[in-house]
């Protein structure tokens, strides 16, 4: 999908001072970067909407944004789960 967004001229100076010259890749930033913080979006498809190479430049881009990593309670249950079905359970 492509999207127009018109900007006029009076604004443009300020807004490429504040977010860079390519004002179209700091708009796609962040509709990303919302969309990960709503939960709208996974890291992985922040990852594939901004053309990242790799989940760890994907976690760095979030985290320098202040974006904490969507990571809860049930996440961390789960992978308890997991590294006792693999390691086996950890002893007192």
Known sequence: MNVTIHI????????????GADLSRAAIE???LEGYRSQKLSQFQVQQLLGFDSRWETEQWL????????YGLED????????DRILGPVKP
Do not use: I, M
Request: aromatic share 4%; proline share 3%.
């Open 8 to 19: 006029p001229d009076e604004f443009v100076s300020s807004l490429c001072e504040a977010h």
């Open 30 to 32: 962040q509709l990303a």
């Open 63 to 70: 985290g320098q944004r202040g974006a904490c990593l969507n």
């Open 76 to 83: 961390l249950d789960s992978d308890r789960e997991t590294l």
